[in-house]
């Protein structure tokens, strides 16, 4: 999965999500990236997307991104 941009999204992102919520990326399902607190064997069974950890809303999975998808800083893990 990409942002609305083009760049890959890879685990370690932080992003922001939508005003006042931000978050790291988990897992890219898509590009077979996992954090170690989120294994492919338990998360590999949603088939496609990225897992969101957020400061608001907790673990979010999303298909596709949203509009308001933004990349703050690569992640450690590039």
């Avoid at 989120?38 to 969101?52: A, D, F, M, N, T």
Wanted: charged letters at 35%; one cysteine or more; proline letters at 3%.
């Amino acid at each position: 999965m990409n942002y609305l941009d083009g760049e890959e999204i890879k685990v370690g992102d932080k992003v922001k999500l939508w005003e006042d919520c931000y978050g790291v990326v988990v897992a890219s399902i898509d590009g077979n990236e996992y954090d170690l607190e989120y294994p492919r064997e338990e998360w590999q069974y949603l088939k496609s997307g990225v897992l969101i950890r957020t400061d608001k809303a907790g673990l979010i999975h999303y298909l596709e991104p949203e509009n308001s998808l933004e990349l703050i800083e690569r992640g450690a893990t590039e």
